[in-house]
Each structure stands twice: as structure tokens, then as C-alpha cells.
RNA sequence: GUGAUAGUAGUGUAACAGUCAGCACGCUGGUUUGUGGUACCAGCAGUAGGGGUUCAAAUCCUCUCUAUCACACCA
């Protein structure tokens, strides 16, 4: 009958609780809309895609830089484009204590451009190769995969106009997904000049103005406010009226159109695949030419696409020939991309869920366990001594027991557990506990971390 | 920004408006004092927040907050 202890005991806890309550409420704290933590349990994936990030960065020799979260207002306005929802919508805008119109930066390129032009670094030899990884700020509506803080890594190469450096940027954007084992899809297109790009929309609109009738009421807004993003409606009525379009790739001029032959010829070169979309357009006014946008690939088995809506794209990127002039520089042509990290971390998640892949876990060379408070002021010399020799031990000094901390031990799957009592303090030893078989064996101190590290190598070799 | 659905311990879930909101994982401790995996016992911890309807609210209404989905946009 031990449910007659919880009845005396609950409604008395509880009266006490609430008289409690309403002398001191505590308030909790709730996240802003949009805002996240990355959990420790996320810090495996995390950490492997910095680590990828930054060795395809050393590869492929880009540098890195730190620019500010808070720039001038207008560096953004004037890359991005006001009209943008980006800039017009979306942005943290607001007035410092001087009255200063300052913004969080919503992406990365025009930041990088400032420092590019304001450090004169086009009197280094070019082109100015760059990567970051930051948190970056929109005012969006939030759904899965999609906050109003959200990390971007990205890389830009300055002062190159020539089509390698474009395929180079997707060849990156290729191997970062390649090296962390997600099958991804990469859309291209060319959206040429502005010039082209103008002749273009009039085609465009002219087609959609004689077709009116069969158009959704957004695309019939579109026609009027951003005609290219007629291209992506999916409406099914508008489906038809999409497939006849003309495509930009027609209104292309000679040198445009070389340009995006060639990269293409780059990339079947590199094997790297692709989709041509020729509806792919994007949403900032800098982009020149190549654009391109990475998604999770449709895969039959697992179908791992449903980030946030069954079209979620994890980065993208293209040339932007014009921005560092617009932006106040000497001219210099310049190409990009950016990926979201947590899509990619939630849709590489979800592609290893799918196929029962685990991630590698951080393992422990080995426990160390104390008992009494001898040992346990001798234990963090020790772990601090076998640390410096590479070792790394796992403990816990708010377990006393020494089961509790077995069982800490086993469930970390430590291959080896360290025991140091009293005993062992007096003496000088200490016992190594093989903690797969149970055998012990008590040795001098000193001798540990030669023992440990003998037996940690034996056990790399079994393994093999 | 528009529309919709949802919110129960840390996690996953159960409860017709009606006993004390149940279960599992988890965490803490214990089953002789210094030995893990299994088992058993005990403990910890919850109705997102405010207002209302009712004799009675996790359950109905309402506002706020948040998440998710679709659209719009984007990473």
C-alpha cells in the first residue's frame, strides 16, 4: 500500500506550493518567436559541419573572416535591394543610443563586400577568397528549419570573373554535403545581366499579360510587383501557363550565355551533377548571371525532403559581378553561396534516422572513480595529469558511491574504469578495472598512464 | 504577412467535464558499510500563461504566447 504515503503527502505539498506561490512567483523565461538553443545533444552534428566547413575551407584556400551581427542599415538596403521582402519586411532594424540606423545583418555577402573594399584588399593579389560561419537575423515567420537567428556558413571569392571560380563555389557547396554523406541536389541557372535580365521580364509579362485569365490572384500581383517570381508559383492552374514561358536562357547574350556554358562544362568536368532550373531565380537583387540553389535530394527510400515544406533549400549562392562596385569599390566581379546550417544539420538528421546511421559518438579513454574525500582531492590532479598526456577520462565528483559510478562508467561505455580509494591514496596506486571482462589489477600510480595507454592501443588493435 | 492545427514532468505518451492527472524512459538514492550491465524498492518532476462558463475544467469559451503545416518569402 504505498499509495496511502502519496496521499497524506501531495495535497500538502501542494497547499504549500501555491501559498508559496503567491508570495514569491518565480517567472520562467520563454524563448522569443524564431529563437533557438543548440542543445549539447546537437553538438556532435554541429561540430561536423564546422569541421567540414573548415577543412573545405583550407582546401580550397579560403580565408577566414569575422565581420560584425550589427552593421549601418543601409549597407544591407542598398546590396540587397530595397523591394526585397529581405530588406523591406524582414530585417532588424532599429536605432542605436545615437540615434544611428543600425541592422542585424539577414546575410553575410554584403558585410564581406564592406570589408573587402574598406581593407583595400584589392591590392592583394586576387582573387580575395573568404568563408564565415555566424548567426544571421530575419524577421520571418518561423516554421521547421527556419528561425528568425539562424547560422549560415558561406564562402565568397572577390575579384575573379572568370567561370572557374563559379564552378569552384559549387564544387565546395558539393563536397560539404559529399563529406558529410547527404545526397543533395543542386538547381542552376543563369540570370545574366540586368540588362538581359530587364529585356527578359518584358518578354515574360507580355506572355503572362495573354494568358491573364488562367493566372492565380498572387501571380496576377506578381505580374505587376516581381514578375520573375512568377517562375516559381505552384499553383497547379498556373502550371501550364509556367511550362510555355520564355525561358531567360533565350534572352542571354553571347557573353552571358558562354559564361554559363562553361561552368557547366566545369562541373561535368569536376562530376559534380546538377539540375538546370530554368526557373530558378533568387531573392536578392545582386545576383549576376550563375545562380544556384542546394536541396536534399530526392531519394526513393527514406525521402528525406520535408524541411520545413517538401521544397526547403539548404543553401545557395551565384555571381554578383556588379556589388562591390555598387557598394562604393573599385569595380571587381565576385561569386558566392551560403548554407543554413540548421537545415542542413535537421535534413542530414533526417537522412541518417532514415537509413539507421548513427553518429560517431566522443568516447572516453577511460573513468576515473574516487571514493572519500582523500581521493577525490588526489583525483582531479590525476585526471589533470593524464590529460596532459592525451588521455581522455570522464568522472563525475558528485557521485560518492563507487557503483553509482560504475554504472556511470558503463553506460558511457568506457573501455577501462579507474579506481582510487583511501586505500589506494596510502599506497600509491591505483586499480585499472577492465570493464568489459571485470578483471582488476592494482597498479603503481606513476605507472598508469604508460598501462592505460599499452592497453588502450591493444584495444584499438582488436578492434581492427 | 495570410490561413489552419496543436500545446500534459527533461523526453515520449494516457485520462467521457466528475476519485489524489496515470504509464514508460530519464534523473537521485537504496536492496549491508569499496564494484557496473539485468532485477526489485523509494524519491524527483507536469496540464504553456491570463481571464471566463460550471457544483466541478487538462477537457468547453476567450485573449496572449509558442510550435507545426500550407501560402507568401527564404537559409
Known amino acids: ?9 501531495k495535497p ?63 549597407l544591407f538596403i542598398r546590396s540587397i535591394g530595397k523591394g526585397t521582402d529581405v530588406v523591406d519586411k524582414e530585417m532588424y532594424v532599429f536605432e542605436d543610443r545615437d540615434g544611428n540606423k543600425v541592422a542585424l545583418r539577414p546575410e553575410a555577402t554584403a558585410s564581406a563586400v564592406r570589408a573587402y573594399i574598406m581593407h583595400g584588399m584589392w591590392n592583394m593579389s586576387q582573387p580575395i577568397k573568404l568563408w564565415y560561419w555566424g548567426s544571421m537575423f530575419r524577421y520571418d515567420r518561423p516554421q521547421a528549419g527556419r528561425y528568425r537567428q539562424f547560422n549560415q556558413v558561406g564562402y565568397e571569392t572577390i575579384g575573379d570573373a572568370d567561370p572557374v571560380a563559379d564552378a569552384e563555389l559549387i564544387l565546395v557547396a558539393h563536397n560539404f554535403y559529399k563529406d558529410l554523406g547527404l545526397p543533395v541536389e543542386i538547381h542552376i ?15 515574360l509579362v507580355d506572355y503572362y499579360r495573354s494568358k491573364r485569365s488562367y493566372l492565380c490572384d498572387d501571380c496576377k500581383q506578381r505580374l505587376n510587383k516581381n514578375p520573375l517570381r512568377l517562375l516559381d508559383c ?75 515544406g517538401q521544397q526547403s533549400a539548404l543553401g545557395g549562392g551565384g555571381r554578383y559581378d556588379l556589388l562591390v562596385e555598387e557598394m562604393g569599390g573599385r569595380p571587381a566581379p565576385a561569386a ?54 592525451g588521455l581522455k577520462i570522464d568522472y563525475n565528483f558528485s557521485k560518492n558511491s563507487l557503483k553509482s559510478q560504475l554504472e556511470a562508467a558503463n ?54
Open 234 to 308: 505552384k499553383q497547379e492552374r498556373c502550371q501550364p501557363v509556367k511550362e510555355d514561358a520564355p525561358q531567360i536562357i533565350d534572352w542571354l547574350e553571347e557573353e552571358s550565355k558562354n559564361h554559363f556554358m562553361k561552368v557547366l562544362e566545369y562541373l561535368d568536368e569536376l562530376a559534380v551533377p546538377y539540375v538546370l532550373k530554368s526557373t530558378l531565380v533568387r531573392g536578392l537583387d545582386y545576383y549576376t548571371r550563375t545562380v544556384f540553389e542546394v536541396y536534399p535530394a530526392v531519394t526513393d527510400a527514406g525521402a528525406p525532403t520535408s524541411v520545413g
Open 1 to 9: 500500500m504505498p499509495k496511502q504515503k502519496t496521499k497524506e503527502k
Open 411 to 464: 553506460s558511457l561505455q568506457v573501455p577501462y574504469a579507474l579506481i582510487l580509494g583511501q586505500k589506494e591514496v596510502q599506497d600509491g596506486t591505483i586499480i585499472i578495472r577492465d570493464m568489459e571482462s571485470g578483471v582488476q589489477e592494482i597498479v603503481d600510480q606513476k605507472k598508469v598512464e604508460n598501462l592505460l595507454k599499452k592497453k588502450l592501443s591493444r584495444f584499438d588493435d582488436d578492434k581492427k
Open 12 to 74: 500538502k505539498r501542494k497547499a504549500a506550493a501555491t501559498a508559496e506561490a503567491s508570495d514569491k512567483k518565480l517567472k520562467t523565461y520563454a524563448l522569443l518567436r524564431g529563437m533557438h538553443d543548440v542543445l549539447p545533444r546537437e553538438e556532435k552534428h554541429w561540430k561536423n559541419l564546422y569541421h567540414t566547413a573548415e577543412n573545405l575551407a583550407e582546401h580550397f584556400q579560403f580565408s577566414r573572416i569575422e565581420t560584425p551581427l550589427l552593421e549601418e542599415a543601409n
Open 189 to 203: 541557372n543563369s540570370i545574366g545581366t540586368p540588362e538581359e535580365r530587364q529585356r527578359y521580364k518584358v518578354a
Open 336 to 389: 558566392g553561396f551560403s548554407l543554413g546550417i540548421e537545415r542542413s544539420v535537421s535534413a542530414l538528421k533526417q537522412y541518417m534516422d532514415a537509413n539507421k546511421i548513427k553518429p560517431p559518438v566522443q568516447k572516453f579513454d577511460a573513468y576515473l572513480a574516487q571514493l572519500g574525500d582523500h581521493a577525490r582531492r588526489r583525483a582531479l590532479k590525476a585526471i589533470n595529469e593524464l590529460r596532459s598526456s
